[in-house]
């Protein structure tokens, strides 16, 4: 099939006015001006723009169901209700339904990949069964030290369940959550293990001054929290990306999720890494965390991608809305 537009952008060369993408049995044999394309059976796309699919660089996929269902908290009380909703309400069918319905969206907005953090582990069945590309990085969380061995237990049997599962297309990561959910312990067991299985890793980090407060002082509304729970808080680093070099979450250059409260240390430490980050504006904004330094990022040299976060914290997943903010 020749499928013709006004503009091709093939992204690795400069956009051709009146152009042409030849598709043969899955695979594009040709992109270029139309006068040149070989010859086939016509599909004309008119005043339109074709190009790669998107790569939406940070979802939950798993979350579609919650749009609406958050809003007007403020940062902690929303985790918190999140976490609750989740476990409580939503039965694994609803919340692989809930990721097929995000990935119909995200195809609407032109997204066929993704780097999707999820909790329950649906999002890899239904990233390969909607046909869509895609890291699945399975979630962990443990803020109690002494609990880290029984998370990791949980994560090494669900990864074991999962890992057959995996294509060409779909595969698996490991995403210890974030600072506030996760102990020091558990940073350096749950990246022993991606390390040992040779599976990528992507965390949150850096998003809230909350988060840098509980990290630098061990202090502020998630200290409050976990010391209600009967979990000890202390310093545990300068910031919250000098903690994850410093438990060696970083060794193997993971996707660090917001990264907005980054000083030049922080960027260089990304840097030195050779991390990439998902910059998510529109989840930012709506909590209020802030803006990520975008430019000293890509001027250290930092790979950055866009990302839209979950519905329940964007309400929309449209990768070139993000880019316009
Ligand atoms: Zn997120």
């Known amino acids: 099939m020749r499928y013709h537009a006004r503009w091709v952008l093939p992204i690795t060369q400069p956009p051709i006015e009146n152009g042409t993408v030849v598709e043969a049995d899955g695979r594009i044999t040709y992109v270029g001006p139309s006068a040149d394309a070989p010859p086939g059976p016509d599909c004309e796309l008119g005043d339109a723009v074709l190009l790669p699919g998107l790569v939406n660089a940070h979802t ?14 403020c940062f902690t009380d929303w985790i918190d209700r999140l976490r609750r909703s989740r476990n409580d ?25 993704y780097a ?8 890899l069945r239904a990233m390969r069964e909607m046909g869509v590309r895609g890291i699945m990085y399975q979630e962990v969380f443990g803020p109690d030290a002494a ?8 994560l090494a049997r669900l990864i074991d369940q999962l890992a057959g599962g995996q294509t060409d297309l779909v595969s698996l990561g490991v995403s210890p959550h974030a600072p506030y959910t996760v102990s020091d312990a558990l940073y ?10 040779n599976l990528p890793l992507a965390m949150h980090v850096a ?10 002082d ?33 060794e193997r250059g993971p996707l660090l999720i917001h990264c907005v409260r980054v000083d030049d240390e922080d960027i260089a430490t990304i840097a030195r890494h050779s991390c990439s980050v ?31 976060d979950s519905v329940a914290s964007n309400n929309r997943m449209d990768i070139l809305d993000e880019a316009r903010l």
């Open 218 to 250: 061990g202090q502020g509304e998630f200290a409050v929290g976990l010391k209600r729970r009967g979990i000890g808080v202390a310093r545990r680093g300068r910031t919250p990306i000098a903690l994850l070099e410093a438990r060696g979450a970083l």
């Open 116 to 123: 999707d953090t999820c909790s329950s582990g649906v999002v």
């Open 147 to 154: 609990r880290a061995d029984i998370a990791m237990g949980d």
């Open 188 to 197: 350096e067991k749950a990246s022993a293990f991606a390390a040992e299985r």
């Open 278 to 308: 998902a910059h998510c504006p529109a989840s930012n904004a709506k909590f209020g965390h802030g803006i990520a330094p975008l430019l000293p990022l890509l001027g250290a040299g930092v790979r950055v991608g866009l990302g839209s």
């Open 60 to 73: 939950h996929l798993e979350l579609t169901a919650m749009r609406g269902f958050l809003e007007d908290l």
């Open 207 to 216: 998003e809230s001054e909350a988060e840098r407060q509980l990290v630098a």
């Open 89 to 113: 309400v939503l039965a694994p069918e609803i919340l692989l339904d809930s990721a097929m319905l995000g990935i119909a969206e995200g195809l609407e907005a032109g997204v066929t990949t």
